[in-house]
T-cell receptor, first 114, second 113 residues
């Protein structure tokens, strides 16, 4: 969905480096999410935010931090990257209103930590 | 803790045959169960979902069934086509967060021509 964008799309970095992944959306959704995808492990929730002042930890938040700079922007940071953070990272958004709304995913960022 | 188990991890079927993927969830209060399809190199996209107040939902060749008592739900794809080849993820919303999901580990479906 072109309405959810992620930058960069690919990144190679070294152990110990700080890195930021950015997500922007033009869908006007309040809720935003960061997931990590590893082969055989599905999609694991790192952090989520239901509005600009709301930040919540997901299943695997250790080693990560996030910032919700505006309704449309949600960034994920790795303060000191380590090799086991090598993975495919997805941002997603969903609308407010009744339980269980569809989540719209960005194109993903492939991160390699050497 | 909250958990969603998905089986099988890989599934190969002949074109035209049916495919069934099964998921089991642990939180009896979960009330929304989406299925996502992820083609190679692409983002996951919703293909069908079901809420706990219905037992079955169908959309053309795709259907989902839900058994709340047993806490499991299944994706059924009939008359499979090569373009159905992808990874499929089930998910459920845990009681602790209505608007977030716990995903299954995925099923890689291969439709053989």
């Amino acid at each position: 969905d072109a309405d959810v964008t992620q930058t960069p799309r690919n990144r190679i970095t070294k152990t110990g480096k700080r890195i930021m992944l950015e997500c922007s959306q033009t869908k006007g959704h309040d809720r935003m999410y960061w997931y990590r995808q590893d082969p055989g492990l599905g999609l694991q929730l790192i952090y989520y935010s239901f509005d600009v002042k709301d930040i919540n930890k997901g299943e695997i938040s250790d080693g990560y931090s996030v910032s919700r700079q505006a309704q449309a922007k949600f960034s994920l940071s790795l303060e000191s990257a380590i090799p086991n953070q090598t993975a495919l990272y997805f941002c997603a958004t969903s609308d407010t209103g009744g339980a269980g709304n569809e989540q719209f995913f960005g194109p993903g960022t492939r991160l390699t930590v050497l | 803790g909250e958990n969603v188990e998905q089986h099988p991890s890989t599934l190969s079927v002949q074109e035209g045959d049916s495919a069934v993927i099964k998921c089991t969830y642990s939180d009896s209060a979960s009330n929304y169960f989406p299925w996502y399809k992820q083609e190679l190199g692409k983002r996951p996209q919703l293909i069908i979902d079901i809420r706990s107040n219905v037992g079955e939902k169908k959309d053309q060749r795709i259907a989902v069934t839900l058994n709340k008592t047993a806490k499991h739900f299944s994706l059924h794809i009939t008359e499979t086509q090569p373009e159905d080849s992808a990874v499929y993820f089930c998910a459920a919303n845990p009681t602790s967060g209505t608007y977030k999901y716990i995903f299954g580990t995925g099923t890689r479906l291969k439709v053989l021509a």
